[in-house]
């Protein structure tokens, strides 16, 4: 095996190995920026500066991972304990005045463009964190930030540790796939995904999907109340320590929207632009229910989804059951694996004795002429401990003729015992979302500087690259190349598909403005003095004013919402990264989703700058023009 996949190793080891190689990465750090104090002004000064983030950067991923999957409860303490380390160290040098002057002092004039941008980006991001500051003021500023660290993760593990169930009987799982029923014969049913998902959307118990709903949003109730409350309290402390009105302000002021003002407005515009169309299809949901119940005044959250799958099977002749034995799991990934072999002309290689975390996660690496380009892992089955959604978790970042980038695929897909694991096309979405986030993270490694490897771009536009690539799942001649019904080996048939892609287009006007319930809640989270604030009565104003569902006394969405640790207020970034991918999408849709001149050129203009330039450079690169909103709108208004 090769040097860079040791990084994946050190989560096979012990407590003590993996706390010690921790160490010894931040010690390398702690030497680049001794170089930094001590060289002239110059290049080498910023080369041992981005050494030493890297070195960081990859011992805090290392173990975020680790916290978030290991089976080990004592390996997951470790990871806590040296993300803690990690990020304590980084906040430390980001306040330090010694290593900002020589780095202020550097020339980048001359340079090529991916240089200057990353020399402005390392300036800024010193200025941002506090380091022309008193010694009070920054004294301060680094302990809320760790104390900021230690908040996110307690948040998160509250999540992740607190699985709960229901008792159903053999009646409430009545609709659901004959493979689920068998696998639940004890009829208990958890609000993990492959349980909670599946149960919402094809049980016919009203009631039993009732109790499931309440439950999934009573999670990490009631001890994650008082982590956000805390959570909110630093962040608005912090923003105000370094002299903006909000965390809102102080979050979005380095993405592309630029403001929280503008962030606010976009929510408005989509929200805005999905109002009738929600209306409408609320209308069917509630017509639908009174053929059942003539006296319903409304539609309750918990009925929304099986009251969709009823539509779509009554009225648009689309039963989406029909999908599963056509996405057997292997099958998907094997799809996902040709599919993207074939655009960008690499190949994908088992490494049967890689060292992994747990017995259920497979290693791989991505070739290109004989060239290894980066490796990555696959963790795509729920357990106890583990990070309860779908993800792609950096191992180490990469840098063009250096390291090689490692990531890790981390989902929760149905597991294949006596039975093969079937997927709705939901997970199949998932699957090829995540990977192209892993693209974008092993292609992004073509960059002179790691720290501007992989998906260091601007927040808001990370999620593009992995929407677009979402779209592949949707046509017909990319499906039938690896979607074969389980039973006859028979390829999906193309007016299935058809009739798949017509029957997503209802109840899109509700998906749009329930993405804007959770854009708007996390901004206006953080956008004013928290204290006094009542997060689960905000959370219901959110969810009223952009959905048309009630708030139901009891249930604490906020508490359980986990984007809140990492983005912050920053959710909007889906739909801001949808728009722009609907646009980047255009090309293939006029030239050939498979077509290998395109991803090339997709490629080097999006994925293998990785943060390089201004994401809105990148998007005019690919394009030839500014990106537009013209495209997301006809998606929006199709159907």
């Given at each position: 095996?090769?040097?860079?996949?040791?990084?994946?190793?050190?989560?096979?080891?012990?407590?003590?190995?993996?706390?010690?190689?921790?160490?010894?990465?931040?010690?390398?750090?702690?030497?680049?920026?001794?170089?930094?104090?001590?060289?002239?002004?110059?290049?080498?000064?910023?080369?041992?500066?981005?050494?030493?983030?890297?070195?960081?950067?990859?011992?805090?991923?290392?173990?975020?991972?680790?916290?978030?999957?290991?089976?080990?409860?004592?390996?997951?303490?470790?990871?806590?304990?040296?993300?803690?380390?990690?990020?304590?160290?980084?906040?430390?040098?980001?306040?330090?005045?010694?290593?900002?002057?020589?780095?202020?002092?550097?020339?980048?004039?001359?340079?090529?463009?991916?240089?200057?941008?990353?020399?402005?980006?390392?300036?800024?991001?010193?200025?941002?964190?506090?380091?022309?500051?008193?010694?009070?003021?920054?004294?301060?500023?680094?302990?809320?930030?760790?104390?900021?660290?230690?908040?996110?993760?307690?948040?998160?593990?509250?999540?992740?540790?607190?699985?709960?169930?229901?008792?159903?009987?053999?009646?409430?799982?009545?609709?659901l796939p004959a493979d689920y029923v068998r696998a639940h014969a004890s009829g208990v049913v958890t609000t993990d995904s492959p349980d909670y998902v599946p149960f919402m959307t094809y049980s016919r118990s009203s009631p039993a999907r009732e109790r499931l709903w309440k439950i999934y949003r009573q999670r990490a109730h009631p001890v994650n109340r008082m982590v956000l409350d805390r959570m909110l309290a630093r962040r608005h402390e912090l923003a105000r320590l370094l002299g903006y009105e909000s965390w809102a302000a102080y979050v979005t002021e380095d993405k592309m929207i630029g403001s929280a003002r503008a962030a606010a407005d976009f929510i408005e515009r989509i929200a805005g632009a999905a109002e009738a169309r929600a209306g409408k299809d609320y209308e069917s949901l509630l017509a639908r229910k009174r053929r059942d119940l003539p006296s319903a005044e409304r539609v309750e959250a918990w009925d929304s989804e099986a009251l969709k799958e009823r539509?779509?099977?009554?009225?648009?002749?689309?039963?989406?059951?029909?999908?599963?034995?056509?996405?057997?799991?292997?099958?998907?990934?094997?799809?996902?694996?040709?599919?993207?072999?074939?655009?960008?002309?690499?190949?994908?290689?088992?490494?049967?004795?890689?060292?992994?975390?747990?017995?259920?996660?497979?290693?791989?690496?991505?070739?290109?002429?004989?060239?290894?380009?980066?490796?990555?892992?696959?963790?795509?089955?729920?357990?106890?401990?583990?990070?309860?959604?779908?993800?792609?978790?950096?191992?180490?970042?990469?840098?063009?003729?250096?390291?090689?980038?490692?990531?890790?695929?981390?989902?929760?897909?149905?597991?294949?015992?006596?039975?093969?694991?079937?997927?709705?096309?939901?997970?199949?979405?998932?699957?090829?979302?995540?990977?192209?986030?892993?693209?974008?993270?092993?292609?992004?490694?073509?960059?002179?500087?790691?720290?501007?490897?992989?998906?260091?771009?601007?927040?808001?536009?990370?999620?593009?690259?992995?929407?677009?690539?979402?779209?592949?799942?949707?046509?017909?001649?990319?499906?039938?190349?690896?979607?074969?019904?389980?039973?006859?080996?028979?390829?999906?048939?193309?007016?299935?598909?058809?009739?798949?892609?017509?029957?997503?287009?209802?109840?899109?006007?509700?998906?749009?403005?329930?993405?804007?319930?959770?854009?708007?809640?996390?901004?206006?989270?953080?956008?004013?003095?928290?204290?006094?604030?009542?997060?689960?009565?905000?959370?219901?104003?959110?969810?009223?004013?952009?959905?048309?569902?009630?708030?139901?006394?009891?249930?604490?969405?906020?508490?359980?919402?986990?984007?809140?640790?990492?983005?912050?207020?920053?959710?909007?970034?889906?739909?801001?990264?949808?728009?722009?991918?609907?646009?980047?999408?255009?090309?293939?849709?006029?030239?050939?989703?498979?077509?290998?001149?395109?991803?090339?050129?997709?490629?080097?203009?999006?994925?293998?700058?990785?943060?390089?330039?201004?994401?809105?450079?990148?998007?005019?690169?690919?394009?030839?023009?500014?990106?537009?909103?013209?495209?997301?709108?006809?998606?929006?208004?199709?159907?």
């Amino acid at each position: 095996m090769k040097e860079r996949v040791t990084a994946a190793s050190l989560l096979s080891g012990s407590p003590d190995a993996f706390v010690r190689a921790s160490s010894e990465s931040l010690a390398c750090a702690r030497a680049a920026v001794d170089r930094v104090k001590a060289l002239p002004a110059s290049l080498q000064t910023l080369r041992a500066w981005d050494e030493a983030t890297a070195a960081i950067g990859d011992a805090s991923a290392r173990a975020s991972l680790l916290r978030s999957v290991h089976p080990d409860s004592a390996m997951r303490d470790a990871g806590e304990r040296c993300e803690q380390e990690a990020e304590a160290l980084s906040t430390e040098l980001a306040l330090d005045p010694e290593v900002y002057a020589p780095l202020s002092r550097v020339d980048a004039a001359g340079e090529d463009e991916a240089t200057r941008w990353y020399l402005f980006r390392v300036l800024r991001d010193f200025r941002r964190a506090g380091v022309d500051k008193d010694a009070q003021t920054r004294a301060r500023a680094r302990a809320l930030n760790e104390e900021l660290v230690r908040i996110g993760q307690e948040f998160q593990r509250n999540i992740r540790d607190d699985v709960r169930s229901i008792q159903v009987s053999a009646a409430e799982l009545e609709g659901l796939p004959a493979d689920y029923v068998r696998a639940h014969a004890s009829g208990v049913v958890t609000t993990d995904s492959p349980d909670y998902v599946p149960f919402m959307t094809y049980s016919r118990s009203s009631p039993a999907r009732e109790r499931l709903w309440k439950i999934y949003r009573q999670r990490a109730h009631p001890v994650n109340r008082m982590v956000l409350d805390r959570m909110l309290a630093r962040r608005h402390e912090l923003a105000r320590l370094l002299g903006y009105e909000s965390w809102a302000a102080y979050v979005t002021e380095d993405k592309m929207i630029g403001s929280a003002r503008a962030a606010a407005d976009f929510i408005e515009r989509i929200a805005g632009a999905a109002e009738a169309r929600a209306g409408k299809d609320y209308e069917s949901l509630l017509a639908r229910k009174r053929r059942d119940l003539p006296s319903a005044e409304r539609v309750e959250a918990w009925d929304s989804e099986a009251l969709k799958e009823r539509v779509r099977a009554e009225q648009l002749g689309f039963d989406s059951q029909s999908l599963r034995p056509y996405f057997e799991l292997g099958r998907v990934m094997d799809g996902i694996f040709e599919t993207t072999a074939r655009m960008f002309g690499i190949e994908y290689r088992r490494l049967s004795d890689a060292p992994v975390w747990h017995s259920e996660v497979s290693a791989w690496e991505v070739v290109e002429q004989g060239r290894t380009l980066g490796r990555f892992f696959l963790d795509l089955f729920p357990r106890e401990g583990k990070y309860k959604h779908a993800a792609q978790f950096t191992l180490a970042s990469g840098v063009r003729g250096g390291a090689l980038p490692e990531g890790a695929l981390v989902c929760n897909f149905p597991r294949p015992g006596a039975e093969p694991a079937l997927l709705d096309h939901g997970e199949v979405v998932t699957f090829f979302h995540e990977f192209g986030h892993l693209l974008h993270h092993l292609f992004g490694a073509n960059t002179p500087w790691a720290g501007l490897s992989g998906v260091r771009t601007e927040w808001d536009f990370v999620e593009a690259p992995s929407q677009m690539l979402e779209e592949w799942c949707w046509d017909a001649s990319v499906l039938r190349r690896f979607a074969r019904h389980i039973d006859t080996g028979h390829p999906i048939p193309a007016d299935l598909v058809e009739r798949m892609r017509a029957a997503d287009e209802f109840g899109k006007g509700l998906r749009v403005r329930q993405q804007m319930f959770y854009a708007a809640t996390s901004l206006r989270l953080h956008e004013r003095d928290p204290r006094g604030l009542d997060t689960t009565a905000l959370g219901a104003e959110m969810q009223e004013r952009y959905t048309p569902f009630r708030h139901v006394p009891g249930t604490y969405f906020q508490e359980s919402f986990g984007h809140l640790e990492g983005y912050s207020a920053i959710y909007y970034t889906y739909m801001w990264s949808l728009v722009i991918a609907k646009d980047l999408f255009g090309v293939f849709r006029r030239d050939g989703l498979l077509n290998p001149a395109a991803a090339a050129r997709y490629r080097r203009a999006i994925l293998e700058p990785g943060g390089g330039a201004p994401a809105a450079k990148l998007v005019e690169a690919f394009l030839g023009r500014p990106a537009s909103f013209d495209a997301f709108a006809q998606w929006l208004n199709k159907g």
